[in-house]
C-alpha cells in the first residue's frame, strides 16, 4: 500500500528521540497523579528534588496543551530533527534546566510550571535561523514561528489564565512568558556558540 509505505517513511523521518519525548508526554499526560511528582514546582526542586528541572516540561495542562506542544516539537523532529542532531541532543539536556534556572531567578512569583512550549521555541528559532542562513528566501517556518509568537501575544493579552487558542485545565495556570524569553536567550546563545566554533573548525 503506497499510502501506508509513505507514512511508514514520514514517521522513520523523525529521530527517535522525539518519540520517546512525545511519548513520555503522553504517558504522564494519561496519569494525572504523575503531575504533582513531576511539574515544575520551584519548593520542591529547592527541596532536591531535582529532576523536576527536565520532567516539567514533559506535564501538561491539560489534553489542548498537549497536543499543541506534542505536536509541534514531532513537527519540528520531522523538519529538522535529522539535519541537526547535536543542537537537538544538546537542546534537550541543556534548555530544560536553563528555562528553570530563569524561571526561579526572572520570575520568582511563577511556583509552578509545565509543559513543552518553551523548549519548542527555542528548538523553532534555533532551526529557523539556521535554515535561513542556507536559504534566505524560505519563508516557511519563519511564518510558523510567527503564528505560534501569535499564540502566546493573544495568551498574554487575555491575562495567561487559559485564554487564547489554548485553555488550561488548571484555572491558576498562566502563560510562563518568562520561560518563552529564555528559550529564546538559549537559541541565540546556541546559534552564536555554534557560529563560532565552525569558524574555528579548519578548513580541508
Known amino acids: 500500500m503506497p499510502a501506508l509505505g509513505g507514512l511508514r517513511q514520514h514517521v522513520r523521518r523523525v529521530p527517535a528521540i522525539f518519540w520517546v519525548l512525545g511519548l513520555a508526554a503522553l504517558v504522564i499526560q ?17 527541596a532536591g528534588e531535582w529532576w523536576r528541572l527536565w520532567t516539567g516540561h514533559l506535564v501538561h495542562f491539560g489534553w489542548p496543551h498537549f497536543l499543541a506542544d506534542t505536536g509541534l516539537l514531532l513537527l519540528l523532529g520531522w523538519a529538522f530533527g535529522a539535519k ?19 524561571l526561579g531567578w526572572f520570575d520568582p512569583a ?68 518568562s520561560a518563552h524569553l529564555a528559550a529564546a536567550a538559549y537559541a541565540a546563545g546556541a546559534w552564536a556558540v555554534g557560529r563560532g566554533c565552525a569558524r574555528k573548525k579548519p578548513r580541508t
Request: glycine share 12%.
Open 30 to 46: 494519561l496519569n494525572p497523579g504523575w503531575r504533582d511528582v513531576l511539574v515544575y514546582e520551584r519548593a520542591a526542586i529547592a
Open 84 to 102: 541537526h542532531p547535536w543542537a537537538v541532543r544538546l537542546g534537550f539536556v541543556l534548555m530544560p534546566p536553563f528555562i528553570a534556572w530563569a
Open 110 to 177: 511563577m511556583g509552578r510550571y509545565g509543559g513543552l512550549s518553551a523548549v519548542d521555541l527555542g528548538l523553532l528559532l534555533l532551526f529557523v535561523v539556521q535554515s535561513w542562513e542556507r536559504k534566505w528566501t524560505d519563508w516557511f517556518w519563519p511564518a510558523v514561528l510567527l503564528i505560534y509568537v501569535g499564540e502566546i501575544v493573544l495568551e498574554v493579552s487575555t491575562g495567561g489564565q487559559g485564554g487564547g487558542m489554548i485553555k488550561f485545565d488548571d484555572p491558576t495556570v498562566r502563560v510562563a512568558t
